[in-house]
């Protein structure tokens, strides 16, 4: 009796012994195609960016390093680009377009695998320097998309796109941006912005969630600067309609203490853009419309005495073609405001 129980004890023992072998050598197999994968498919990944990267655009484009992981993505590759630089050329010859510290970009993995159009789920761009510039001959340093001739000759030599975007998250972080416009007179710096969206970008009709915040501000028309090293905050709800019509839902922006809250649509047609939006003050202190001042707002805001009420509100309604403009109004009362 004694002998069968301990045959019987040794058979599940070799059972459970065996079991544990070909699941550790399952693991170890899991752990080794994690790791060639990468390695395997790196070098298709870099020649698909490269090619549609430069048959795409009139520029000098200079890459850096290129890395291929699944671990910090599974079950998605996350494929990071290294240090872009983007460099005009013609009448732009030299000068800067974009630097791109960093760029992950999620990958459907077995859309790889399968050797059909790659499918790219998010993107996360980090420290990205952009500088636009219109000169005095209305030329745009930004204005590098090959023409269509130019595009359907390298798409007959590339056969098709090799990618899809089914795109459900959008970072953008710490960007810093330039623009100058020589025949507007217009400038415009951003510095320290942050962006994130999110949304089922593969679908027709769906709700987009955006979260952008601004360090500083800064515009210029002519001579006169209306926002200077102004702190931005933007919370927003968007429904997109087949990417041409975009209705406002909750949202908030803040331009330094002054709140504002806008309703509304924008609908973007071939050759026109119609629209019909309002906006309001969400405070209503005197101070908040105050701290637009930048010699206020940037020294001792917090220790400024005020007093008084602020109403502010407006629209923008009509049709934006050629020359012509919507119709704008904007309404603002200050009621016994003060300051000291």
Do not use: C
Not at 221 to 249: E, M, P
């Amino acid at each position: 009796m004694s002998r069968q129980f301990n045959d019987t004890k040794i058979k599940k023992t070799n059972k459970f012994k065996k079991v544990l072998k070909w699941f550790g050598i399952s693991i170890l197999l899991i752990l080794a195609v994690l790791i060639a994968l990468p390695f395997i498919f790196k070098d298709k990944l870099i020649e698909v960016v490269k090619t549609e990267v430069n048959n795409s655009v009139n520029a000098t484009i200079e890459w850096g390093d290129f890395d291929l992981t699944l671990f910090s993505s599974f079950p998605d590759f996350k494929f990071d680009i290294q240090d872009v630089s983007v460099t005009g050329i013609n009448e732009f010859e030299g000068v800067n377009l974009a630097k791109i510290k960093n760029t992950s970009i999620d990958l459907d993995l077995m859309s790889v695998i399968n050797g059909g159009k790659i499918k790219i789920k998010s993107i996360e761009i980090n420290e990205p320097d952009l500088n636009f510039i219109i000169n005095k001959d209305s030329l745009a340093n930004y204005d590098i998309a090959k023409g269509i001739e130019e595009e359907t000759s390298e798409i007959e030599s590339t056969e098709a796109t090799t990618y899809e975007i089914g795109l459900k998250n959008l970072v953008i972080t710490n960007a810093h941006i330039n623009y100058q416009d020589a025949i507007a007179q217009m400038s415009s710096e951003v510095k320290g912005m942050n962006l994130e969206l999110s949304g089922d970008f593969t679908q027709d009709v769906f709700d987009a969630k955006t979260k952008t915040t601004i360090k500083e501000l800064t515009f210029t028309d002519g001579l006169v600067s209306y926002l200077n090293k102004t702190n931005v905050d933007l919370v927003a709800n968007v429904l997109i309609d087949k990417f041409t019509k975009y209705t406002l839902q909750e949202n908030n922006l803040k331009l330094n203490e002054l709140e504002v809250g806008f309703d509304g649509w924008i609908e973007m047609l071939d050759e026109k853009m119609d629209m019909n939006l309002t906006f309001n003050s969400k405070r209503t202190d005197f101070k908040s419309i105050l701290s637009l001042v930048p010699a206020v707002y940037l020294t001792d805001f917090k220790d400024i005495k005020t007093k008084g009420n602020l109403a502010l509100n407006g629209n923008m309604k009509g049709t934006l073609e050629g020359e012509n403009y919507p119709e704008f109004n904007l309404n603002m009362a200050i009621d016994n405001g003060y300051f000291k």
